[in-house]
């Protein structure tokens, strides 16, 4: 669980740095951005994808429904399916 929320937060300090300049660079290039508001935020999504990698599992679907939604539903800390 540490390695968990160590990954967690390097995710969120590089979203942190990263997000910002990204929209920046986006705008001066003429690049459109959707604006929507999502039920996760981009470390969290990120972060799911690093642990995925990491796993055994070999589609995500499977990685999603028994590993994540399994184990973290409970705490409310569960992206929605």
Sequence with gaps: MD???EIFCDVDDFCRLFI???AQFCLDN?????RRQ??????????????????H???????????IWQY???????PNS
């Design 38 to 55: 999502g039920h996760m935020y981009p470390s969290e999504i990120m972060t799911i994808l690093i642990l995925f990698q990491r796993s």
């Design 3 to 5: 390695k968990l929320v």
């Design 20 to 22: 910002p300049q990204w």
């Design 57 to 67: 599992y070999r589609d995500f679907k499977n990685f999603y429904l028994e590993h």
């Design 72 to 78: 973290h539903h409970r705490d409310g800390h569960a």
């Design 30 to 34: 003429g690049y459109r951005l959707r």
